[in-house]
């Protein structure tokens, strides 16, 4: 009997242990939410005689947008949207360079395409979990098609599609 009382004493000790530990080890992880599929930045683009604009509008909330800057590219020089003497020169070309990050607890799914208004960028680089692209534009006047207001235009139909196939799906149609 006192060896059975023994073993049982063991036992229960050692799910104890194992049950703390298993505690310990699920206290630290954390849910991680993945972004995938397309992710989408507008941005105003280089018109001549205007001033450079950093605004931005992501198609996704659990982004942040880390760093965002114009270069000129016959230059390279950035293109400061502080400096109010500088606009932009009929014929030249800019490129944006953005960085953007997922927020806390999420993180970008191998296979996410990023597109700037709806295009492919000419360069995307990962590291440390943020995505820089570069993105070129020509600059000439009047260059209204790829407007900031066009590309708000253009997420928000997208958002409008997402809905009516949420309710479609929900209702059954």
């Not at 950093?54 to 390279?76: G, M, P, Q, R």
């Not at 590291?127 to 000439?140: L, M, V, Y």
Request: hydrophobic letters at 40%; one cysteine or more; aromatic letters at 8%.
């Amino acid at each position: 009997m006192k060896t059975t009382k023994k073993i049982l004493a063991i036992l229960i000790a050692v799910i104890t242990v194992f049950g703390i530990l298993s505690v310990a080890a699920s206290a630290d992880d954390k849910t991680v939410y993945i972004i995938a599929g397309n992710v989408d930045i507008t941005i105003n683009t280089p018109v001549a005689g205007e001033k450079p604009s950093i605004d931005y509008v992501l198609s996704s909330e659990n982004l942040s947008v880390k760093a965002f800057t114009w270069y000129d590219t016959k230059t390279n020089g950035i293109v400061s949207a502080a400096d109010s003497s500088y606009v932009y020169e009929n014929g030249r070309e800019y490129t944006a360079k953005i960085t953007i990050a997922p927020k806390e607890g999420y993180k970008f799914d191998d296979a996410l395409k990023v597109t700037v208004n709806g295009e492919a960028p000419s360069t995307i680089r990962i590291q440390d979990g943020a995505i820089t692209i570069e993105a070129n534009f020509s600059c000439d006047k009047g260059a209204g098609s790829n407007s900031f207001f066009t590309g708000l235009k253009n997420v928000l139909l997208n958002l409008l599609k997402i809905i009516r196939d949420i309710v479609s799906h929900i209702l059954g149609f």
